[in-house]
């Protein structure tokens, strides 16, 4: 039967402007009438006379709207010429699983159905982002262009009467105005596997966790977060590696993630901490909505920072077998990102990069050979096997690294430290603030360290003592197409390598989040408490920024 095309007349909404990873909004804003077809024929358009023909890749992490979204871009692709879509059964593809999907079968780029690490449910987050043909998310202009598009959109295109049944695997071809369009529902957790597979040498891996070689089952506790990570658990952890099911929790995806809230961190993964605080586990890990994001801990609940993860990864990147077979190129972070990276690269004599907030930004580098391992202080990890942060990479790397060591998550940190010194890092979360008084406290505070005498300044708190080096609104130039991203936050950087980071986020689906971040680096005093070490360089970042006038709060959302 052959199946045509409409076209639906719409108006523009405001507000549809994609953020650091696409756009996000409240549940009940994307089901207004023609907001999510506005949004989805938008980022069609913007690919141009590429989108005739192509393949692209559709999936997302299981939350509320997910599957009703994915069934709606199936009738707008197919009205708008492309040829071949995959789409995870039941919606259901991690976003590292969609880089490697849009990577292995050279696609034209791919649809994610993610709010990421955001609350989901028909009161809470959903968003749409664009991955490009690199596997990565779409750089600036890419998103520019969407936006663009949105603001002037009078029609979108779409075969009313295509319906498919994404919660059955197989392929389903249709004629449409004499085309032909297929619709290929592929298991969502076999491409991804087949990667870890060749990245990692997983029989080896095996013999760990079993005990096989040691003697002693790795006692691992590994929570999904009722996300979209739960059939990948399943599926290398507990088959491939032979974990027992008891070391797994949380691991069927639902649409409001059971009540939880998909942000692996020290607040929101609080019972994975609490359990593994018990002394039962060698490691602990928990993974965002979508399953780029991780948490890792060891035994005891020792809390490893994503900042000391990503150097500690760097240092031992031989214990992986993916980089003894392709080399090992440069390293990068994120701004805010504490520089315990920058430490091992010098060490290496590898290149490393400080680049904005933002996976994007790390994809052009690593296309040009000079980046394979990279990471956010907002628990993201990852190396040029894809172009997305990934959560179960990091935590099998991070498994490669015990078993190569053949010691405990808390003595590999030591040792680390022992060899570097150590960055001292937290993160404070101020969540939905009033939006005028932040950009009132972003404008006043990078005035103030921008102005003259502020470089060559003091300040003292706690018997400590830092001398400004430099301070500025951090902009970036890419080294490989020279584009320029301005006013990417503001940072302070002190003579001993300390830092103090001030952030607007743009990954909130309402208000404004403030983002402090607080880098203290000590080349001896390395074991000491955190609070207390890093307590002297929070107050004055209080006094610099004057936080606590502008927003009203005495105290962050969140710390991580």
Known sequence: MSLSAETVQTT????????????????????????????????????????????????????????EAAELIVRIAAANGVS????????????????SLIRHNKALGGIVLTASHNPGGPENDFGIKFNCENGGPAPDAFTNSIHKLTTEIKEYKLVRGLQIDISKVGVSTFDIAGKPFTVNVIDSVADYLRLMEEIFDMAKLKEFVSGKVTGKPLKMRIDAMNGVTG?????????????????????????????????????????????????????????DGDGDRNMIIGQKAFFVTPSDSLAVIAHYLEAIPYFKKNGVQGFARSMPTASAVDLVGKKLGKEVFE????????????????????????F?????????????????????????????????????????????????????????????????????ITGAGFVG?????????????????????????????????????????SRIVVRLSGTGSSGATVRLYIDSYEKENVLGQASVMLKPLIDIALEISQLPKF????APTVIT
């Open 84 to 99: 071949k879509l995959l789409v995870g059964q039941n919606g259901i593809l991690s976003t590292p699983a969609v880089s």
């Open 12 to 67: 523009p909404y405001e507000g549809q402007k994609p953020g650091t990873s696409g756009l996000r909004k409240k549940v009940k804003v994307f089901v207004q009438p023609n907001y999510t077809e506005n949004f989805v024929q938008a980022t069609l358009s913007a690919n141009g006379a590429a989108l005739a023909g192509s393949t692209l890749v559709v999936g997302g992490d299981g939350r509320y709207y997910c599957k």
């Open 457 to 497: 300044k003091s300040f003292s708190s706690g018997g400590k003592s830092y001398k400004v080096k430099e301070a500025d609104n951090f902009s970036y130039t890419d080294p490989v197409d020279k584009s320029v991203a301005t006013k990417q936050g503001l940072r302070i950087v002190f003579e001993d390598g």
């Open 231 to 287: 059939p990948y658990v399943n599926e290398i952890f507990l088959k491939s590696l032979g974990a027992s099911e008891s070391c797994v929790v949380h691991t069927t995806p639902l649409p409001d993630f059971g009540g939880l809230h998909p942000d692996p961190n020290l607040t929101y993964a609080k019972d994975l901490v609490d359990t593994v605080a018990q002394g039962d586990y060698d490691i602990g890990a928990a993974f």
């Open 551 to 554: 927003t009203g709060r005495n």
């Open 380 to 448: 993201g990890t990852g190396s040029n096997h894809i172009r997305e942060k990934d959560g179960i990479w990091a935590v099998l790397a991070w498994i490669s690294v015990m078993q190569h060591t053949g010691k405990g998550i808390e003595d590999i940190l030591k040792q680390h430290w022992s060899i570097y010194g150590r960055n001292y890092f937290t993160r404070y979360d101020y969540e939905e603030c009033a939006s005028d008084p932040c950009n009132e406290m972003m404008d006043t505070m990078e005035k103030t």
């Open 355 to 378: 680049v904005p907030t933002g996976w994007k930004y790390f994809g052009n580098l690593m296309d040009a050979g000079r980046l394979c391992l990279c990471g956010e202080e907002s």
